[in-house]
């Protein structure tokens, strides 16, 4: 079967991020950026997939400027066979990356699109749960487990409070979770090969997607800090402030 | 224009969730007309006790065996088949409401906004982004507001004093994609994570599974719910649905204490809203440090059993009281 993966370019999750001064956004100036970790998770399952024969191609895709193009080339060296770029200055909102994957996973004629459950820079958590709903294909998200058998995907989903296992007619859409898998770490060699590899351009237009935000930013603000607390030497103090100064025991 | 709000309810069993008393309270601030949806089997009871509820005007019925598992295919469809007339469709930001919304919205060609932490007009809302470490404040341009509630930002207080009817709505047919084939739920009678008054969680600091006993019989002292890092439910010292943080679940108790815990950021996103903070560690640069109201350092193999047993003294006196949840 054809996987398409979706992958998008992000703050790295270890920088501490800046809001800008004016409250347009978060500084992003000479700031590390690398693939949003939840689209590794959904990639490497990808390239197991294929490892173990079920994935007979896997295509990465990705949403953005020239510079997302490093995404899908870490994409190609973990195992993609072949990668698209959809042109779009200005960070796309789900429900237009939504439109765009569904596109690209009718033209392409997936059997599976499988998505991180989030992006770690805004937080949504949409973009699966839209793409199937444009699509009209069942929804497997936030998946820690998944096997396909018999033209039907078996996902086990994190759910509050347990777990929950469904059985989902293909095509489908799934979303990984943090423990669906470890990805790999990718090695220099083929980092090398996947730079000579070409990258599709497309865009928006040619996937007849309307790009029109439908939402606006008004402004970006630090959250208020905490106030700075105090060191205790041991329990009895610890206990004492507890009781006395913060009255919660 | 009058707001009208539609709130789509998450039931846990036979009971409401807190999460959709908090989803209430955020529609309440909309200050329009509320209607709300139930949707599942033998769902009678709640909806009568929805429907007592005040400022609510109406409670919705949708009940049938397939809309019963939470399915995002069956539940979506009904939702976007009763959107029309509403200003507003509130849902919590839980699982449920995040398998759900999304959904819901892109059949109803709109763009949603998630987790939001504050109301500020019938269009402006503001939501936390980059695990928590900016908040960013959006109008929303649809003529349809469709949110995701965080619920911790709203209060789960219940507000008696409404006497609303309960109408049964068309159910639909089932779509038969998608089908559950299990459910393994923890089944402890613990307070839950989310809406207990008291957290205690613990990291990797503990290094093992049995260690992580010496956490869970603090939380037992305490009457308190038993949170994880990341770390620590990874090296599976804590089932998963432990984990706090931006993966996991976010939580704003009187009182977290964090065990062994350093504090990335992606944990913090899950706490720092709590009241009051305690962290225990013995690294004293951990950053846990810089959002603890009350920090001691030391070995938490020490100062745990320490701990409970003047916890255990204190609980004896007569006027002590601990924070409920």
């Known amino acids: 079967m054809k996987v398409l993966v979706g992958v998008k370019r992000v703050i790295d999750y270890n920088v501490n991020i800046r809001v800008k001064a004016d409250g347009t956004g978060v500084e992003t100036e000479n700031v590390r950026m690398s693939t949003n970790p939840f689209d590794e998770i959904a990639l490497e399952e990808a390239v197991r997939m294929k490892e173990a024969g079920t994935c007979s191609e896997l295509i990465a895709v990705t949403a953005g400027d020239e510079a997302s193009n490093e995404v899908l080339r870490s994409a190609l060296a973990m195992g993609a066979d072949r990668a698209i770029r959809i042109d779009v200055e200005q960070p796309p909102q789900p429900l237009n990356v939504a439109a765009l994957l569904a596109a690209v996973a009718r033209r392409e004629r997936v059997d599976l699109v499988l998505l991180g459950k989030q992006a770690i820079d805004d937080d949504a958590n949409q973009t699966g749960q839209m793409t199937a709903a444009l699509l009209g294909w069942p929804q497997g998200t936030f998946a820690s487990e998944l096997t396909i058998e018999d033209g039907r995907a078996r996902v086990a989903r994190e759910i509050d409070g347990g777990q929950q296992i469904l059985e989902l007619e293909l095509p489908a859409v799934v979303t990984a979770d943090l423990r669906l898998n470890e990805p790999r770490f990718v090695k220099l060699p083929a980092m090398m090969k996947a730079k000579k590899r070409p990258i599709e351009d497309c865009t928006p237009d040619a996937l007849g997607v309307d790009m029109r935000p439908r939402v606006e930013r008004i402004q970006v603000s630090e959250p208020v800090p905490r106030e700075a607390g105090v060191r205790v030497a041991d329990v009895d103090e610890l206990l004492d402030k507890l009781r006395n100064e913060a009255g919660v025991i | ?325």
Do not use: W
């Open chain 2, 1 to 325: 224009m009058t707001n009208t709000i539609l709130v789509v309810a998450e039931t846990t069993a036979d009971t409401i969730a807190a999460s959709t008393l908090s989803t209430l309270t955020a529609a309440r601030e909309l200050r329009g007309t509320i209607d709300i949806l139930v949707a599942g089997v033998a769902v009678e009871a709640v909806a009568e006790s929805l429907a007592s509820m005040a400022d609510v005007r109406r409670v919705l019925v949708a009940e049938a065996a397939h809309l019963s598992g939470g399915l995002a295919e069956d539940l979506a469809d009904l939702v976007a088949a009763h959107v029309d007339g509403y200003t507003h469709v509130l849902v919590p930001a839980t699982t449920f409401g995040k398998n759900l919304l999304p959904r819901v919205a892109a059949l109803v060609d709109t763009q949603m906004v998630s987790d939001v932490t504050a109301i500020q007009g019938a269009e402006t809302f503001v939501h936390p982004i980059y695990a928590g470490n900016a908040n960013e404040t959006l109008r929303v341009l649809e003529p349809r507001k469709l949110l995701t509630i965080r619920p911790t930002a709203f209060s789960s207080e219940v507000l008696a004093g409404g006497g609303a009817p309960v109408e049964r709505v068309d159910v639909g047919e089932p779509k038969g994609q998608s089908r559950e084939a299990g459910l393994h739920v923890d089944a402890s009678d613990k307070p839950q994570l989310e809406s207990a008054g008291v957290v205690v969680s613990g990291g990797r600091a503990f290094g093992s599974a049995d260690n992580f006993r010496l956490l869970e019989d603090l939380a037992a002292d305490l009457n308190a719910a038993v949170g994880a890092s990341r770390a620590a439910v990874d090296a599976g010292y804590a089932p998963n649905d432990c984990q706090v943080g931006q993966t996991g679940k976010v939580v704003a108790p009187a009182l977290y204490i964090a065990v062994g815990i350093s504090g990335a950021i992606q944990h913090l996103a899950g706490m720092t809203d709590s009241r009051v903070i305690v962290a225990i560690n013995k690294d004293p640069d951990a950053p846990i440090f810089g959002v603890a109201d009350y920090g001691l350092v030391g070995d938490l193999f020490e100062i745990l059993p320490e701990l409970r047993e003047k916890i255990r003294v204190l609980r004896s006196e007569p006027d002590s009281e601990l924070v409920e949840a």
